[in-house]
């Protein structure tokens, strides 16, 4: 499949995904910039009964908890934005626009807030069962154009990979148990750029989203 070349990723089995090493808690208890920028090019893996699907993310943002008017944990913990005052590596999900969700990760020591958000994958692994959470029937040979449809943007994603708020909020992605986690394949991107963050109407100069530069599969435009 094209997605496979243009990342120059591995080509991945079910076997290849479990036996990579999984990230431990001590990678997430850092702040929320050096977490987005390393968690880019790692795996984020679903196992749904005995099926892995699987995306590499290619796109994030840091929200910076109390000193970040853009960030969920601003004002401070509620009910709803609870996860993300720690423990760290636990998902934040919530729902938006009454169309979507979007999945982030909880980062630093317990509370301080930060998060980071996920805004694109690049699809690897199970395209074809990603595409029809998605609505989408592949062609035989999908162009770039239409693997973005999958998991290009963090309502897509999250559809492709059945994450929502009543299925995920909190679950820990560093439990063995869990079935969705992040691993670590070996895949390092050649470059990391940094630009404003999209979708926001505060601290909207900030340069705290992360996207590997020149992948096709960040959300809107292009970044070389």
Request: glycine fraction near 8%; charge should be positive.
């Amino acid at each position: 499949m094209p997605t496979q070349r243009l990342a120059d990723s591995a080509v991945h089995t079910a076997k290849s995904l479990r036996a990579a090493p999984r990230l431990p808690r001590d990678f997430f208890a850092r702040d929320a910039v050096t977490v987005a920028r390393e968690l880019l090019g790692k795996l984020l893996i679903r196992r749904d009964g005995r099926q892995l699907l699987a995306g590499r993310l290619v796109e994030d943002e840091a929200y910076l908890g109390a000193a970040d008017a853009a960030a969920h944990a601003f004002r401070g913990r509620t009910a709803r934005n609870a996860v993300l005052f720690g423990p760290p590596g636990h998902a934040y999900v919530y729902f938006i626009y009454g169309n979507h969700y979007c999945t982030n990760v909880s980062c630093t020591p317990d509370g301080k807030g930060e998060g980071v958000l996920f805004r694109a994958l690049e699809p690897v692994f199970r395209l074809k069962e990603m595409a029809e959470a998605r609505g989408i029937d592949l062609s035989a040979e999908p162009s770039v154009a239409q693997l973005r449809l999958i998991s290009s943007g963090p309502g897509r994603m999250s559809e492709a990979l059945d994450i929502t708020r009543p299925r995920d909020n909190g679950k820990d992605l560093t439990d063995p148990r869990s079935d969705l986690w992040f691993a670590d394949d070996g895949y390092r991107p050649a470059r990391i750029a940094a630009t404003p963050r999209i979708g926001i109407k505060k601290a909207i100069d900030e340069p705290l989203r992360f996207v590997i530069a020149g992948n096709p599969f960040v959300s809107g435009s292009r970044v070389s």
